[in-house]
């Protein structure tokens, strides 16, 4: 992502839909079709569909977690708790 465009996103209000935007870019279309999220505290609460989508999600977190502090500012996700819905 270019970094003008994180400049902006991470300067714009934490709100559910960019909680969802940063997600969606973070993970791809793939894996955000499967999941839905929402941040408790420092915590993103991910939901997925099923225990592949659920383990696609745990295989990575630093990976995304490093991609999610890229577009909101670092600390703002502090952990990932993956559930299946």
Known sequence: ???ALATVLRKAP???????F???TAVGPSVDRATSVGLEGTT???H???AQWRREIEDSPGLIRA????LLGQGIV???D????
């Open 22 to 24: 940063a997600w969606r």
């Open 1 to 3: 992502m270019p970094d």
């Open 67 to 70: 991609r999610l502090d890229a």
């Open 78 to 80: 502090r952990s990932l």
């Open 14 to 20: 934490l709100s559910p839909e960019k909680i969802a």
């Open 48 to 50: 997925a569909k099923d």
């Open 44 to 46: 993103l609460r991910v």
């Open 82 to 85: 993956v559930t299946i819905d």
